[in-house]
């Protein structure tokens, strides 16, 4: 006997579409109710199955927002960018991580190899000029890998102060809609998430670092807390630039 799928004859439901930066102050007012396990649950598994993927360092705090993921939908996409800089503990700790939590699909993205033999033959352009560095081995590979997905979701949060200070939950990246669920959380909410959930801890931490990057440019800060001041000390440079909006960018 054979079997069929039933086909129904109403037509299908059109996907919900992106919003506009026109529209996203209402969705934000939308969406402000719902607690982040809600807004998680919302965005990947309610209004944008299958369009959602996760960017991630694997680094101090990462394990917050990785567990919560995992918690709901564990086989959602998870970027990581490997630089090439990375300190072996990382590489250790992502796959530790994903193991811990049960995340099925880690997706490590890294530098093309003809764009560095071109541009920093040397490996020293962190060196002279770190915005393109950080534009090789992070920008555009994670623009690769980010390419078949529409709803980005970052772990950033306001405490880490700078650009981040007035971090929305939802926001509009170019096509992107980019949504912040941890925005509003405190470096004192973390720090319990970790303790409460038992999560595995970067074993840097114990090294006095407190924001993880790549090792020519981050450095241990040793204040206990999650401050981003050992990230590139000395310039005034304070993001790698994947999150700097689109249109202040000029790739829009
Ligand atoms: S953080 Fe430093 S080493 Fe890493 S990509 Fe940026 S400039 Fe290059």
């Not at 199955?49 to 360092?57: L, N």
């Not at 917050?64 to 090439?84: H, S, Y």
């Not at 114990?206 to 924001?211: K, P, R, V």
């Amino acid at each position: 006997m054979s079997t069929s799928t039933p086909v129904s004859s109403q037509p299908a439901a059109p996907p919900p579409s992106l919003p506009t930066a026109l529209n996203i102050d209402a969705l934000d007012r939308l969406l402000a109710p719902l607690n982040t396990e809600q807004l998680l649950r919302q965005v990947i598994l309610d209004a944008f199955p299958g369009r959602t993927v996760v960017t991630t360092s694997f680094g101090a705090e990462s394990a917050v927002l990785l567990a919560l993921i995992a918690g709901i939908a564990p086989a959602t996409p998870v970027v990581f960018l490997d630089t090439g800089y990375l300190f072996a503990q990382t590489l250790t700790y992502r796959d530790r991580l994903a193991d811990h939590l049960g995340l099925t699909d880690v997706r490590t993205v890294v530098p093309d190899p003809d764009d560095l033999a071109r541009e920093d033959p040397k490996g020293d352009l962190h060196k002279h000029d770190p915005d393109r560095c950080c534009r090789l081995r992070k920008d555009i590979p994670l623009e690769n890998a980010l390419g078949g997905f529409d709803v980005w979701i970052s772990g950033r949060k306001r405490f880490h102060g700078g650009d981040r200070a007035t971090l929305p939950r939802v926001e509009v990246d170019g096509r992107y809609l980019k949504v912040n669920p941890l925005a509003d959380w405190s470096e004192a909410a973390i720090a319990d998430a970790f303790a409460n959930a038992g999560l595995p801890r970067h074993p840097l931490i114990d090294h006095g670092f407190t924001s993880i990057g790549c090792f020519p440019c981050t450095e241990p800060t040793g204040d206990g807390g999650y401050s981003r001041a050992g990230r590139w000390t000395g310039s005034d440079k304070t993001e790698c630039g994947i999150h700097t909006p689109k249109v202040r960018r000029n790739l829009v």
